[in-house]
């Protein structure tokens, strides 16, 4: 059977480090799937439409196409909390998941990341991890990430917003952030990238 990795946790917890890096030393095709909420989004914003009009989500939703993304702009920090008002709507998720179940059939396998991977987009993962760490650890390693881009990186409005992120994704009734009953948790509140991708790989070779 193919390798299918399933990638779940919080806004800057690493997991799609941890999902690229994986993909990479395994050879497998690679979806970050905020990307697509993101773009939905974006969409929006760009028509100047409110975040919750379900119907216009849905067609940005169906329009999507997972070349033409332009990721510097979907990774500005505003656009993961427009995101996540985006994707606690049923009718978007579900707009979603074929282009997302389609990416993980691939014959050569493949590695995703997200929210509710392990959990609703791809119950039958070969592994599942969900990855997590501190709120205050998530927000400086996104603070490092925004100031290398460039952006205003002020910790503690990116703390208010990883908080915030945090209580959206896992209080909403549609595909809650949570861990799959059979993922293994891995939290690199105290690891840096090469001791969590260590981690990560022992996890994958010991359920594969
Ligand atoms: O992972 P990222 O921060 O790019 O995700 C942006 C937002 O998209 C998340 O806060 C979450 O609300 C939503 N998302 C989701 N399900 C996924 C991936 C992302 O609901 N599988």
């Known amino acids: 059977m193919s390798l299918v990795i399933a990638i779940d946790g ?34 929006l914003l760009d028509e100047g439409l409110q975040l919750d009009d379900a119907e216009a989500a849905v067609a940005a939703a169906r329009g999507l196409s997972l070349t033409d993304f332009d990721e510097t702009r979907l990774r500005a920090r505003d ?21 997302q179940r389609s990416f993980a059939a691939r ?34 390693r ?10 205003e990186a002020d910790y503690a409005a990116i703390l208010e917003d990883v908080k915030k992120r945090d209580a959206r994704d896992s209080g909403r009734s549609a595909a809650p952030l949570k861990a799959a009953e ?16 260590a981690a990560a790989l022992k996890i994958v070779e010991a359920r594969r």
Do not use: N, W
Request: net charge negative.
């Open 10 to 43: 919080p806004a800057a917890s690493g997991k799609g480090t941890l999902a690229r890096r994986l993909a990479a030393h395994y050879g497998l095709p690679h979806l970050d799937t905020g990307l697509l909420y993101r773009a939905v989004a974006c969409a």
């Open 79 to 99: 656009m993961g909390e427009a995101a996540s008002v985006v994707a606690a709507m049923p009718p978007v998720r579900a707009a979603l998941i074929d282009m």
């Open 107 to 140: 014959p050569e396998g493949a590695a995703l990341d997200g929210r509710d991977i392990g959990t609703v987009v791809c119950p039958g993962a070969s592994v599942k991890i969900f990855v997590t760490a501190s709120p205050e650890t998530r927000a400086t």
């Open 142 to 151: 996104r603070a490092l990430e925004l100031a290398g881009r460039g952006e």
């Open 182 to 197: 059979d993922a293994v948790t891995l939290d690199t509140t105290d690891l840096d990238i090469e001791e969590a991708f």
